[in-house]
């Protein structure tokens, strides 16, 4: 395809169950990049990955949250137990370089 | 500890007339400028960026402005137009690969 496309484009869970994200970049980006925004604020950065490796795990805010990539394409992010604070609009990019981030179109998770 | 702040949720413009969307930051260490455009329940839209080596870059309508002396980066849009109706937010790289987003800004272009 030609832009980022991520998987589902809603979601809605009930607390405490697990959930899986999906995000396939732009075909040749090396980099690979997760935000969210909640409600009422900017975007967040989560995770950041160069090839299958992730230099950069700063900003998952807690344990629950991981994420892997594979064959330095697709990447998942994992949400384990879900909390209402979770719900939010998932956000993946990705780049041939360390510059312009092209952003697909989200997932909106919603966790009741 | 906010290091960008986008400080007008919402501005309001006539078709025609210049629209300007105003970031400031803190942080020293940022060297690359951006402004993304996002649509309702689409991701952001990259518009245009700058380095910290210049000052101006212009691309169509859209200009951005960087005076790193004042840590203030904006965006001029001339003419606006009703199709330019989106939340912009200002964006920061510099250390890291990772952006650093402002809150947004929410343009209405009246016709």
């Known amino acids: 395809g030609a832009g980022v496309s991520q998987s589902p484009s809603n979601k809605v869970t009930e607390k405490g169950k697990d959930v899986e994200l999906r995000c396939d970049p732009i075909s040749g980006h090396t980099a690979l990049y997760w935000y969210r925004q909640s409600l009422g604020q900017g975007l967040e950065f989560l995770i950041y990955f160069q090839g299958n490796s992730a230099p950069d795990k700063s900003g998952l805010p807690s344990d629950r949250f991981s994420a892997e990539r594979t064959g330095g394409s697709v990447s998942t992010l994992t949400i384990q137990r879900t909390q209402q604070e979770d719900s939010a609009v998932y956000l993946c990019a990705s780049s041939p370089s360390a510059e312009t981030q092209y952003f697909g179109p989200g997932t909106r998770l919603l966790v009741l | 500890d906010q290091q960008v702040k986008q400080n007008s949720p919402s501005l309001s413009v006539q078709e025609g007339r210049i629209s300007i969307l105003n970031c400031d930051y803190t942080?020293?260490?940022?060297?690359?400028f951006l402004w993304y455009k996002k649509y309702p329940a689409e991701g952001p839209t990259f518009l245009i960026s700058i380095s910290s080596i210049k000052d101006k870059n212009e691309d169509g309508r859209f200009t951005v402005f960087l005076n790193k002396s004042a840590k203030h980066l904006s965006l001029h849009i001339v003419p606006s137009q009703p199709g330019d109706s989106a939340v912009y937010f200002c964006?920061?790289?510099?250390?890291?690969?990772?952006?650093?987003f402002g809150k947004g800004t929410k343009l209405t272009v009246n016709p």
């Open positions: 942080n020293s260490m940022f060297d690359y």
């Open positions: 964006a920061f790289q510099g250390g890291s690969e990772k952006l650093v």
